[in-house]
């Protein structure tokens, strides 16, 4: 379980989470929509103790991020992140990308480790570029060896944080049809996503985030069908355009 | 006006000699590389750290080596020392010269090559789990090795070349002070240093093209 509780950040004199409350049960798929600089990257980031808070706590399982007594390299196995930008290992095959955290962190054989990663790169599809280096590969394939590498370290929960944004439109698809088969695997996954169908299709909750507020939280159904919120409703009649 | 008579079979009855005086020189070149390329590592993550007493250690040491004589910072390894009583061997302390020089520069070219490195790369790696010190370790020291290689190639071909300083301090083992030596002996100077000249020639071009086939089969991305 992940639980948010009145957490406030600041970069320099800009709130931009100004006290948000959230939980997420295990194999639940919360999407987080809003307006650009509403904050839902952020959250993401010190979700994973990436980034430090100014107030409140974040607990994953009982573990608050931001105690002082918390390994957070320990913590951050249970929590796997893919960002916008994919961010592969440029040095590395697709087979070293995602063997590297499960040899290095967890300390795995790497015959195990290579079995694990070649399940998962199968998974997303990518079972044929093994030796291939990340330059030669698009950017649909690249976030897809991003979300492998993420999976190979087994973890509990999953962020994903606006992981189609950066692609060519025809490459969007495959990556949210990978996203999709994890949901339906019982993935529990937060998502921050510009791609309101498939937040639509995916989610157990809808999050609207505005200038730094949970200014709704719904079932998809009500959130796209009956927003309460006038903010939603403007967001929202925004991106049908 | 021009009596000079070229005696090119007594300068290469010489060759045998000088050849054992380039391995010395090679192996001079190479210690030094090896060792500055460590301490290079080293300086550069004093450097990152975030601690101000050690990242002023790399910069002075960064300052020195590339703004004084290299032949200031070999008389420093062998007479400086020795006036504090730590009197070395002219091959230490060539080396030690060497190396010295070496470890600065490389610190200056690894700065570089680090800011071609996006910090998501370390993002993405501590992400994974890793520690600070994984992250560099495992995804930014492999890309800064890789950017770097050239600067360390052209390094490396200073290092062989800066050995012939090695004379100022009494070095005689080496090309060049086997070269003088053998000058003092027979008086063959143009024919001698002309020899020495094209072995330096060799051994760098040897050592650039060897660079390059490295870089070829390490570098497949
Ligand atoms: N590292 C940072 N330093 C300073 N400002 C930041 C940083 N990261 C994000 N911000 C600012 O915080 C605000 C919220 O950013 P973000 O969480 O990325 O919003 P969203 O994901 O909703 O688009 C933006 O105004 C952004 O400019």
Same mark, same amino acid.
């Given at each position: 379980m992940i639980e948010i509780e009145h957490v406030r950040k600041s970069f320099g004199q800009l709130e931009v989470l100004k006290g948000i409350d959230l939980t997420v049960s295990k194999g639940e798929v919360v999407t987080i929509i809003g307006g650009?600089?509403?904050g839902k990257s952020t959250l993401l980031t010190c979700i994973n103790g990436l980034e430090p808070i100014d107030s409140g706590r974040i607990l994953i399982d009982g573990t608050e991020?931001?105690?002082?007594?918390? $390994?957070l390299n320990k913590l951050r196995r249970k929590v796997g992140i893919v960002f *916008? *930008?994919?961010?592969?290992?440029?040095? =590395?095959t697709v087979l070293e990308n995602v063997t590297l955290a499960p040899r290095k962190? =967890?300390?795995?054989?790497r015959a195990e480790a290579e079995e694990i990663a070649v399940r998962q790169l199968t998974h997303v599809? =990518?079972? $044929?570029? =093994?030796?291939?280096?990340?330059?030669?590969?698009s950017g649909g394939q690249q976030q897809r060896m991003a979300i492998a590498r993420a999976l190979a370290m087994s973890p509990e929960y999953m962020l994903f944080d606006?992981?189609?944004?950066?692609?060519d439109p025809q490459l969007v698809g495959e990556v949210l049809d990978t996203l999709k088969m994890l949901a339906q695997e019982g993935m529990t996954m937060i998502l921050v996503t510009h791609e309101m169908a498939f937040a639509r299709d995916v989610s157990d909750r809808v999050a609207f985030f505005h200038q730094g507020v949970m200014a709704e939280i719904g079932p998809p159904q009500q959130i796209f069908?009956?927003? *309460?919120?006038p903010e939603t409703r403007k967001f929202l009649s925004s991106t049908r355009q | 006006m021009f009596n000079y008579t070229f005696q090119w079979k007594q300068a290469m009855a010489r060759l045998p000699q000088m050849l054992d005086g380039a391995i010395v020189t090679m192996q001079v070149a190479i210690l030094s590389m090896v060792i500055g390329i460590l301490l290079a590592i080293v300086l550069t993550m004093f450097r990152l750290s975030g601690i101000r007493i050690l990242s002023a250690v790399a910069k002075a040491w960064v300052e020195i080596a590339r703004n004084t004589p290299a032949l200031f910072q070999i008389y420093m390894a062998h007479f400086g020392l020795g006036s504090f009583g730590l009197h070395l061997s002219p091959f230490l302390s060539i080396l030690i010269g060497i190396t010295f020089n070496n470890a600065g520069y490389l610190t200056e070219n690894f700065r570089g090559a680090l800011k071609a490195i996006p910090d998501t790369q370390t993002r993405a790696a501590r992400s994974l789990g890793m520690g600070a010190a994984g992250a560099f370790r495992h995804v930014v020291l492999p890309q800064m090795l890789r950017i770097s290689f050239l600067p360390m190639t052209n390094q490396m071909v200073w290092a062989i070349l800066m050995t012939s300083l090695g004379v100022t301090v009494g070095?005689?083992?080496d090309l060049y002070g086997v070269t003088q030596d053998l000058n003092a002996l027979t008086f063959r100077t143009f024919e001698l240093f002309a020899l020495a000249a094209v072995i330096f020639y060799v051994i760098t071009k040897i050592v650039t093209l060897g660079a390059r086939l490295i870089a070829a089969r390490l570098f497949r991305y």
């Open positions: 650009s600089g509403s991020v931001h105690a002082k007594s918390t $390994d *916008q *930008q994919w961010n592969a290992f440029p040095h =590395l962190v =967890l300390g795995m054989a599809g =990518l079972g $044929d570029k =093994l030796k291939t280096y990340p330059g030669r590969l606006e992981v189609t944004s950066a692609l069908g009956d927003p *309460q919120h | 070095m005689n083992t």
